[in-house]
T-cell receptor, first 116, second 109 residues
Framework: EAEVAQSPRYKITEKSQAVAFWCDPISGHATLYWYRQILGQGPELLVQFQDESVVDDSQLPKDRFSAERLKGVDSTLKIQPAELGDSAMYLC??????????????FGPGTRLTVL | KNEVEQSPQNLTAQEGEFITINCSYSVGISALHWLQQHPGGGIVSLFMLSSGKKKHGRLIATINIQEKHSSLHITASHPRDSAVYICAVLIQGAQKLVFGQGTRLTINP
């Protein structure tokens, strides 16, 4: 069964360093989502792509976070510089159609980031 | 106040018990999702509802649009049901999910 792939699964870094996370959605899925989940809370959308275009990045802290999906397939989320408050699980999800109400979102295993 | 509230936050029960997890929301929605998150982070979509009731195996999800409330029920609970259950709503006119904080369920043998 096709799955959303993410790497690394775990990342420990020191504050002020740069980190990058990678996501490969299910083949053929046009929509890709990056979520941040702080321990004990539900996920929060950071950025949504439709193919290579950003649909929603209203909750992305653009002073330090960036995301790209250059060829409309896999995606990279970067944080520079990392801060202590960035420690969280970063989840990637994909769906076939745009809009969460038209199709199920499939989630990857996540990248757990710890900033020391 | 969060747009999506779940209760209880934590629930511990014995194997075989009937489980109910509740979700209330304060905005107009197009659909509501129930998700299961296992230790380690992986999330699986269980149900997507816009009205009525859905059943899959021992899981039942209901929604009352007028009351802005949904419930997830688990019959004959089993230790493998132990996970965090998350309610998420698609806000009308928007194309993104808003998540509840999750309910941590522990089923003891």
């Amino acid at each position: 069964e096709a799955e959303v792939a993410q790497s690394p699964r775990y990342k420990i870094t020191e504050k002020s360093q740069a980190v990058a996370f990678w996501c490969d959605p299910i083949s053929g899925h046009a929509t890709l989502y990056w979520y941040r989940q702080i321990l004990g809370q539900g996920p929060e959308l950071l950025v949504q792509f439709q193919d290579e275009s950003v649909v929603d990045d209203s909750q992305l802290p653009k002073d330090r976070f960036s995301a790209e999906r250059l060829k409309g397939v896999d995606s990279t989320l970067k944080i520079q510089p990392a801060e202590l408050g960035d420690s969280a699980m970063y989840l990637c999800a994909s769906s076939f159609h745009q809009g969460a109400n038209t199709d199920t979102q499939y989630f990857g295993p996540g990248t757990r980031l710890t900033v020391l | 106040k969060n747009e999506v509230e779940q209760s209880p936050q934590n629930l511990t029960a014995q194997e075989g018990e009937f489980i109910t997890i509740n979700c209330s929301y304060s905005v107009g929605i197009s659909a509501l999702h129930w998700l299961q998150q296992h230790p380690g982070g992986g999330i699986v979509s269980l149900f997507m509802l816009s009205s009525g009731k859905k059943k899959h195996g021992r899981l039942i999800a209901t929604i009352n649009i007028q009351e802005k409330h949904s419930s997830l029920h688990i019959t004959a609970s089993h230790p493998r049901d132990s996970a965090v259950y998350i309610c998420a709503v698609l806000i009308q006119g928007a194309q993104k999910l808003v998540f509840g904080q999750g309910t941590r369920l522990t089923i003891n043998p």
